[in-house]
């Protein structure tokens, strides 16, 4: 399949007329979006019943979460380094992670972009991220530790 790209800027052309761009999935169709939240909020609204993984979206800033986080310590056990840490409340998984002396790459830190992926072994991440959707977090396989924190007291990862 061939991409295409159209450039509508909006000061010449008013805002992109989604609806008649998008309200229909065909087979094949794949879009990648990045850009400013409500134009993302609305191309994810217009792609709700698009088959899993028609559309990607890339945040430059982190979506708004619902609800707080769960802000407790826990225990994450590093399955490969043999260590145990805990993380408290006010201190990210990554960092406490990396205090203990285990490499792990990161760049955004806000859960946008990806590099601090990590898989989930056991336990229940509480995502806060703005990578997954709904179907890749329910799954609780993978977690960005940067941002994301655990909705059970201990949590095994792959690190
Ligand atoms: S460092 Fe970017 S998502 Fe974690």
Not at 59 to 78: D, K
Not at 107 to 133: F, N
Not at 141 to 153: A, G, L, P
């Amino acid at each position: 399949m061939t991409a295409g790209y159209t450039s509508c800027p909006q000061d010449e052309r008013g805002l992109l007329d989604l609806p008649a761009w998008l309200s229909e999935h065909r087979p094949g169709l794949k879009v990648y979006c990045c850009g400013p939240a409500p134009l993302l909020d609305a191309v994810e609204a217009i792609c709700a019943d698009w088959p899993r993984g028609a559309l990607r979206t890339e945040r430059f800033v982190p979506r708004h979460q619902e609800g707080p986080a769960r802000n407790v310590s826990f225990e994450v056990v590093l399955l490969r380094s043999g260590k145990t840490v805990t993380v408290a409340p006010s201190v990210s998984v990554l960092q406490s992670v990396q205090a203990a002396g285990v490499s792990v790459l990161s760049s955004c830190r806000h859960g946008v972009c990806g590099t601090c992926e990590t898989v989930v072994v056991d336990g229940l991440p509480d995502h806060r991220d703005s990578i997954l959707d709904d179907f890749e977090r329910s799954a609780g396989d993978r977690m960005f530790i940067c941002v994301s924190r655990s909705s059970t007291d201990r949590l095994v990862l792959e690190l």
